[in-house]
Structures are given as C-alpha cells and as structure tokens.
C-alpha cells in the first residue's frame, strides 16, 4: 500500500468517525430529554469552551485569542456564534420535541444551500448538473409543504443556519479548534443568560405553541434533582461536540471534496432512520415522494462534485 492510498484510507476513517458521530447524535441528545433544550445548548456552549480551552492551552496555542483584536474579525466570530448556537439549539429542541427527521432533512439539503450561497456571495459558477440538482431540491421541498400542510421551517431554518455558518468561516483563517474556542468564548455569555430562560409549551384552540420564557433561578431548580447518570451525561456536552469536530478537521485535510461530499450524506441518513425506526417518529408514505425528490438532488450533487475533481486531476 503506497502511501497516497494509506493516507486516503485513514482520511475515510476520520470523515467516517466524525459523521458517525454526529448522526448518532440523537441518541445521546434523547438521554438528555427531562433537560430543558436551552439549558443543554446552554451547557454545550460553555462545556464546550472549557474543552477546547484547555486544549488549545496544553498546546500553547493563543494565536486564536489574537483574533479580538481585529474588530471585524471580532465581529464575524460573533456572526459565527450566533448561527452556531442558533443551529445547536433548534436541533436539540427538534430532537426533543419528536422533529429529527425534519431536522435530517435538513442536514440533506445544506450542501445544496451551501452551492446557492458560494453562487451569491462568491459568485461561484455552478454547473448545469448543479443546477438540475438545486431546482429538484427546491421542488421536494415546495412538494413536502404541500403534502405536510405546513412549511418545512425546521429543516430550513438548519439548512440555512449551518450554511451561513460555513459561509462566515471561510473569512476566518483559523483552525477548527481555535474556531470553536473563539465562537464559544463569544458564546459563553449567551449562554449563561439562557440558564435564567426555559421553553413553555402553550395550548391555544388549534395547536400547542412553544416559547421562551424568563424563570430566573427558580427554572434551575429542576437540574438538582437530576439522577446522578443524567448529570454524568450532561458534563459530557463539551467532548461530544469537539470530538467529531476533531475527526472532521483531520479528514479535510486529507480527502478531496468529492469524497467528503459522500460522507456527509452519513449523518442525516442515520438521523432519519433513527428518527423513523427507533423514535417511531410519523412519516406517511406520500411523504417518500418529496424526500425522493431531495435524494435525487444530493446523488446528483456528488456526481457533481466528481465530475469536478476528475477536470481537476487532468
């Protein structure tokens, strides 16, 4: 085995452990389910900052602090931060409250969002194949609103969210880690504020509404009575998220992108299948029509990506 191909294999490897992971990630948020989804997000943002902190500290790496100094690299972290914890905390609130396949869907069309984002703020030439694919996503998307009566918000909100934040980091010349130690440092005091703010859920004559609303430290109360396991799985919020994240920055620098724009696919495909065969989530059968119609778009988009880096190895 030469070494071009050992590195390519242990490339896969990471991409595989690090989408693995986060597909599995229902499962552990699930656990977690008797926890207020502000206070988890609240907990993973400043976990998660303890973790990286004391990594980048071991490896004497303060390059990332530098970054404050530039206000408009100040103010992209920020930008950053707000559509990471906005994308961590609807998907721990769609996965608690019974949304993951929403949320997988999601996940499956972020590429295709990140394709129409390139296209507008980098002007970023798409191909015809390119094209094909983010119209037919368009129409699966128009198609579940209307076979579902309502607007796929969850799965778009995530999709956007997620791309923006790809979006934003391209600006930024820092790795993954010392990304996530700034976002989170810029995070933390976001996230103290949500421990005093709970989400209630509200009935009217036609559905349940969900809101935030402020409890104080009266709406902590709950989390010391928690079972000792449960507080064991809540302080593991910060390696859950770095973890993969870990894995992930590794294999990028290994993989080409037409192999990366396969992996990724792993992740909502276990998030849907945990959400329709474990969670027991409804899903009617008309609704395969629509999620055919995004599946569709994603085989093409990776055909894409392989036609590009074939013209690219010629």
């Given at each position: 085995m030469n070494n071009n191909s050992g590195s390519f294999n242990k490339g896969i490897f990471f991409a595989l452990i690090s989408y693995i992971m986060w597909g599995l990630f229902p499962l552990y948020w699930k656990m977690l389910i008797v926890i207020d989804s502000l206070h988890i997000l609240a907990f993973r943002i400043l976990l998660s900052l303890v973790v990286v902190g004391i990594a980048l500290l071991v490896s004497k790496n303060s390059a990332w602090l530098a970054a404050f100094k530039d206000p408009k690299k100040a103010f992209i972290l920020l930008l950053a931060a707000l559509f990471l914890c906005g994308n961590w905390g609807l998907y721990i609130w769609a996965v608690n409250s019974g949304h993951t396949i929403e949320a997988s869907l999601g996940y499956f069309i972020n590429p295709l969002v990140s394709i129409v984002l390139g296209l507008l703020f980098f002007r970023e030439r798409l191909t015809p194949l390119q094209w094909t694919a983010v119209g037919i996503a368009i129409a699966g998307v128009l198609l579940l609103t209307?076979?579902?009566?309502?607007?796929?918000?969850?799965?778009?909100?995530?999709?956007?969210?997620?791309?923006?934040?790809?979006?934003?980091?391209?600006?930024l010349s820092l790795s993954a880690l010392e990304s996530l130690g700034a976002e989170t440092l810029v995070s933390a005091p976001f996230?103290?504020?949500?421990?005093?703010?709970?989400?209630?859920?509200?009935?009217?004559?036609?559905?349940?509404?969900n809101a935030i609303v402020f409890s104080g430290l009266q709406g902590l109360h709950y989390l010391s009575v928690l079972p000792v396991q449960t507080w064991l799985l809540l302080t593991l919020c910060g390696f859950v998220s770095t973890i993969p994240l870990y894995f992930f920055a590794r294999s990028v620098k290994i993989l080409p992108l037409s192999a990366l724009g396969f992996t990724q696919f792993i992740c909502p495909t276990l998030q849907f299948l945990l959400g329709l065969l474990v969670f027991g989530e409804e899903f009617p059968f008309r609704y395969f029509t629509a999620f055919g119609f995004i599946w569709t778009a994603v085989i093409l988009y990776i055909v894409s990506l392989r036609i590009k880096e074939k013209r690219k190895n010629k």
């Open positions: 209307v076979l579902s009566g309502t607007f796929p918000w969850i799965s778009l909100i995530l999709a956007f969210t997620f791309g923006f934040y790809g979006l934003i980091k391209k600006k996230g103290i504020l949500m421990l005093f703010f709970t989400i209630k859920n509200f009935n009217n004559e036609f559905e349940t509404v």
